[in-house]
């Protein structure tokens, strides 16, 4: 267990906070995750992705998560805000690497749901197509689709983001 929490915690760390966990609740969050995995791994088939399979994971306990919070009486504005954090020494490179996960950020807000998910998967994650397919329990077909159209909308975003800037 100690093996699966070391290679894939920062994945599922990413994950959980894509799926909009707020930075104080996401080791609990990955915590979370790791439990249900060290329940359930005799389930794990061990011929798919662990990334794949991690990502179910993650989403249901992102899912509880999210309840969890709403019914605690937290505002929903706190699961899309988007925070970016670094240790850099050098303030002017931290200030453009915030800049460009904005940026990021605009674009995969210009995604529907459904390829906001595969591309950040298959082009941020590097998951393959069968992976991306697993995960989001889709057809292979269905997910190198809409992972072709993903990338042209992020594409037009990213085109119209930078007419904005230059403007």
Same mark, same amino acid.
């Given at each position: 267990m100690a093996a699966w929490y070391r290679e894939?915690?920062?994945?599922?760390?990413?994950?959980?906070?894509?799926?909009?966990i707020p930075p104080q609740n996401l080791d609990d969050a990955v915590q979370d995750v790791f439990l249900v995995v060290q329940?359930?791994?005799?389930?794990?088939?061990?011929?798919?992705?662990?990334?794949?399979?991690l990502?179910?994971?993650a989403r249901f306990v992102a899912r509880a998560q999210r309840r969890k919070l709403a019914s605690q009486g937290r505002s929903e504005a706190a699961f899309s805000e988007?925070?970016?954090?670094?240790?850099e020494a050098d303030p002017e490179r931290a200030a453009l690497q915030t800049q460009a996960a904005a940026l990021v950020q605009r674009c995969l807000a210009a995604l529907d749901e459904d390829k906001r998910w595969v591309f950040i998967l298959a082009d941020l *994650?590097?998951?393959?197509?069968? +992976?991306? =397919?697993?995960a989001l329990e889709l057809n292979?077909?269905?997910a190198y689709a809409r992972l072709r159209a993903?990338?042209?909308?992020? *594409?037009?975003?990213?085109?119209? +983001?930078? =007419?904005r800037a230059k403007e």
């Open positions: 894939h915690f920062a994945f599922v760390w990413r994950t959980l906070r894509r799926f909009g329940r359930r791994l005799i389930d794990f088939d061990r011929d798919s992705s662990a990334r794949a399979w990502f179910g994971v988007y925070e970016h954090t670094t240790h *994650e590097g998951l393959s197509g069968p +992976e991306l =397919a697993q292979l077909n269905t993903a990338r042209k909308q992020f *594409e037009a975003a990213l085109r119209r +983001e930078r =007419a």
